[in-house]
């Protein structure tokens, strides 16, 4: 038992939960070799086969599913030690983050500065991505928490809603004033990725009002949508919040054709075992940060 190592442990059950030394080695940033060593290591301590391998993957012996249940107990204990007897601010744990781009042009740096006010030691890597992709990491244990378009509704995955964001139509500041704004939805529209949900409910809400003609350009880049409406090749219903600062500048302008898309609506949502009381204080920080975004919005 005192040749028993925690790494060890924790890599075995990333294997149990990922299905594979891929997958595990992935969800540890570590390489395969150093995956399979860990538990050749630990099949050594415990003098015995923990998976059967054969080409339809790994499986767990009965040995192996003896330890699972120990390793999710020392796992267990590990996390309720390091929230409440290890300081804070000498804790050090890597948190990856995954984020939406909306959230990371308006306050995913408030949410960066509060973690490491809390966490001083934390080492935190985010990655901006289309929500699909950031669900797909999520439940690949890739990374540890989503701030995307959600919910996720899986059983695994905890969700905490977020303030949304609401939208606008906007067009370029020099293009021609219409009488009737409407006009403006025959030119192109520039919106959110084709595998996105507000790309599916724009396309239904112009389908609608529009026809079935009308023009609809996908794009995975926001900033990419407002400058392409500035250059005037198009217009967007975009976040509020990020256009204001176009508009103060006098780039684009707003108009209303009589409808709007309706808001986006963000979760930060994170996979619960194993249960980590810095990526649930993550999440909750999330939307403490989005709700005093959103109120600072309104004062202004």
């Known amino acids: 038992m005192a040749q028993l190592n925690l790494a060890h442990l924790r890599t075995f059950l990333a294997v149990v939960r990922t299905g594979g030394v891929r997958k ?3 969800s540890l940033n570590l390489t395969q070799p150093a995956v399979t060593a860990r538990i050749r290591n630990l099949e050594d301590t415990l003098q015995g086969t923990l998976f059967d391998r054969d080409a339809g993957g790994m499986t767990l012996t009965k040995r192996g599913e003896r330890l699972l249940l120990y390793a999710e107990k020392f796992e267990r204990l590990q996390e309720m030690i390091e929230k409440d007897v290890i300081d804070p601010k000498g804790l050090e744990r890597h948190l990856r983050i995954g984020v939406s781009e909306t959230i990371a042009q308006c306050w995913l740096p408030d949410l960066i500065a509060r973690l490491h006010r809390n966490f001083p030691k934390l080492q935190i890597e985010f990655n901006v991505d289309i929500s699909l992709d950031l669900r797909e990491r999520l439940l690949g244990r890739e990374i540890d928490l989503a701030i995307l378009l959600g919910p996720i509704s899986e059983y695994t995955v905890d969700n905490i809603d977020l303030p949304g964001f609401d939208l606008a139509w906007y067009v370029a500041a020099d293009a021609p004033i219409e009488e009737d704004p409407s006009a403006y939805l025959s030119r192109p529209v520039l919106t959110y990725a084709r595998n996105t949900r507000p790309y599916r409910e724009l396309r239904e809400l112009l389908f609608e009002h529009v026809g079935p003609d009308v023009s609809i350009f996908p794009s995975s880049s926001l900033s990419a949508c407002f400058r392409l409406v500035e250059a005037d090749l198009g217009i967007a219903a975009l976040p509020r919040a990020l256009g204001a600062e176009y508009v103060a500048a006098g780039r684009i302008r707003q108009f209303d054709p009589g409808w709007v898309p309706p808001p986006l609506r963000f979760t930060a949502s994170w996979v619960a ?12 920080a999330a939307r403490d940060v989005a709700q005093e975004y959103r109120a600072h919005l309104g004062d202004k």
């Open 24 to 26: 595990a080695a992935v």
């Open 273 to 284: 075992e194993p249960r980590s009381h810095v990526v649930e204080f993550a999440a909750r």
